[in-house]
């Protein structure tokens, strides 16, 4: 049964970081991508539940390194081959625009 509330926490987690993941892309994003010469339309969606993924894997990083490995749930996610390549498209779909000029 612990297993299940740590699950249930992550997903709690996550909604959290696409809410916040939202405010991020339509009040600093796009300002940002404007400030560089590229309007704001387009493939929004895929900014938005990038910077949330970005934010979700920085939080787990630093949330795992704070708490060392006594957390279960913690650890399997931070050893995931997965993760890392989340990680990485998040990366690359947050930073992509600013080098391509086109959102």
């Not at 993941?21 to 990038?50: D, R, T």
Request: glycine fraction near 10%; charge should be neutral; charged fraction near 15%.
């Amino acid at each position: 049964m612990e297993v299940w509330k740590g699950y249930v926490v992550t997903i709690a987690e996550l909604l959290v970081f696409i809410v916040i993941g939202f405010f991020i892309s339509e009040y600093v994003l796009s300002f940002a991508y404007e400030q560089a010469g590229i309007s704001y339309m387009g493939n929004i969606g895929k900014v938005w539940f990038g910077i949330s993924l970005l934010l979700f894997c920085l939080y787990s990083i630093i949330a795992h390194r704070s708490k060392g490995k006594s957390h279960e749930l913690l650890t399997g996610r931070i050893g995931s081959k997965t993760f890392y390549v989340v990680f990485v498209f998040s990366i690359y779909t947050v930073l992509a625009p600013l080098f391509e000029g086109a959102l």
